[in-house]
C-alpha cells in the first residue's frame, strides 16, 4: 500500500487553466504539507495542515488554495494557472512531533504551457 | 527566513573514494533530517539528528549535528555506484507541523 499517494503524475495544461492536485496518506498522521520543488531541484514549503487546519502559508499566491476535508487528505487548487507555475508539487506527511519523519508522495509534474 | 546552505551542489567521485557533503546555517534548528531523492520519485528519510553534536551511523554513511545545531555533515566512506542520487538536508525549526527547511541539494555521481 502506498503510504502518501498523489494524483495526477503528471498535468500539462495551458495559462489561464484551473487545475486540482489530489492527495491522501494511510499513514494516520496528523499533519500534511505541501511543498514546491523546481527545475533546479530546490523544495520549498508551501502549506501545512494540522487536522484540516492551515498551520502555514509560506508566501504562496492566493491563486493557490489548499483544502483538507479531513485528516487523510490534503488537496491543492491552483487557479488561473501561469508558466512560473511549472514545478513537481510534493505532497507530504508526518506525524507534526519535532524530529519525526515526513512521508513524500511521488510528485506531480505540472507543466503550464 | 531561515536558510540551509548545502555544499558541494555537484560532486562526481570514483568508485571507493569517500566524500563529505556539508549543510550550514546562521539560525538553530530543532531537527536535522537528510533525505535521498531518486528520479521520479519523492525524498525518503535517511537520518534524523536532533541533539547537538549527535552523530549518527548508518553502514558507510555517517552523519553529524553540529554542537550549535546549526549545521550538519554527511559522510559517506567507500562510496558504490549505487550511491548516486540527490542529497536533502532538510532543517526543523519548531514543533514539527511547521515543515522544514531544505538546502538546495547535493548531486552526487559515483563513477565506476
Known amino acids: 500500500d502506498t503510504a502518501v499517494s498523489q494524483t495526477p503524475k503528471y498535468l500539462v495544461t495551458q495559462m489561464g487553466n484551473d487545475k486540482s492536485i489530489k492527495c491522501e496518506q494511510n499513514?494516520?498522521?496528523?499533519?500534511m504539507y505541501w511543498y514546491k520543488q523546481d527545475s533546479k531541484k530546490f523544495l520549498k514549503i508551501m502549506f501545512s495542515?494540522?487536522?484540516?487546519?492551515?498551520?502555514i502559508n509560506e508566501t504562496v499566491p492566493n491563486r493557490f488554495s489548499p483544502k483538507s476535508p479531513d485528516k487523510a487528505h490534503l488537496n491543492l487548487h491552483i487557479n488561473s494557472l501561469e508558466l512560473g507555475d511549472s514545478a513537481v508539487y510534493f505532497c507530504?506527511?508526518?506525524?507534526?512531533?519535532?524530529?519525526?519523519?515526513?512521508?513524500f508522495g511521488q510528485g506531480t509534474r505540472l507543466t503550464v504551457v | 527566513t531561515q536558510l540551509l546552505e548545502q555544499s558541494p551542489q555537484f560532486l562526481s567521485i570514483q568508485e571507493g573514494e569517500n566524500l563529505t557533503v556539508y549543510c550550514n546555517s546562521s539560525s538553530v534548528f530543532s531537527s536535522l533530517q537528510w533525505y535521498r531523492q531518486e528520479p521520479g520519485e519523492g525524498p525518503v528519510l535517511l537520518v534524523t539528528v536532533v541533539t547537538g553534536g549527535e552523530v549518527k551511523k548508518l553502514k558507510r554513511l555517517t552523519f553529524q549535528f553540529g554542537d550549535a545545531r546549526k549545521d550538519s555533515s554527511l559522510h559517506i566512506t567507500a562510496a558504490q555506484t549505487g550511491d548516486t542520487g540527490l542529497y536533502l538536508c532538510a532543517g526543523e525549526s519548531g514543533g514539527g507541523a511547521d515543515g522544514l527547511t531544505f538546502g538546495k541539494g547535493t548531486h552526487l555521481i559515483i563513477q565506476p
Open positions: 507530504a506527511s508526518s506525524q507534526g512531533v519535532r524530529g519525526t519523519e515526513a512521508f
Open positions: 499513514l494516520g498522521h496528523d499533519t
Open positions: 495542515y494540522n487536522n484540516k487546519e492551515l498551520i
